[in-house]
């Protein structure tokens, strides 16, 4: 079992920066895969970045590409999500997650969730 607790949420102005954090227990990190996924009212949760057991590769959405920035440390069994420039339409709540069957963007090859940290972006 891997415990998954999200922070770093917050309400940022349109242009503006946040830095969300992952951090892990019950398992060390770098057995999985981790992701961050996004949820906005009314909405189905949607994809954001994907990071390999060893950081080395990783992937975004379209709609992030350029702008966010996923990143892990597994000696500190912590993941992140830099967010630069965001964007009202970023506002969601925003959940890390961890997999076991490897670098993926399915969000149902994900095993273990957090609770989810909200951002909210105001023009």
């Known amino acids: 079992q891997v415990q998954l607790v999200e922070s770093g949420g917050g309400l940022v102005q349109a242009g503006g920066s946040l830095r969300l954090s992952c951090a892990a227990s019950?398992?060390?990190?770098?057995?999985?895969?981790m992701g961050w996924f996004r949820r906005a009212p009314g909405k189905e949760r949607e994809f954001v970045a994907a990071i390999s057991s060893t950081g080395r590769t990783s992937s975004y959405a379209d709609s992030v590409k350029g702008r966010f920035t996923i990143s892990r440390d597994n000696p500190k069994n912590t993941m992140y999500l830099q967010m630069n420039n965001l964007k009202p339409e970023d506002t969601a709540v925003y959940y890390c997650a961890a997999s076991r069957y490897g670098f993926t963007s399915d969000v149902n090859r994900y095993d273990y969730w957090g609770q989810g940290t909200q951002v909210t972006v105001s023009s």
């Open positions: 019950g398992r060390t990190l770098s057995r999985y895969a």
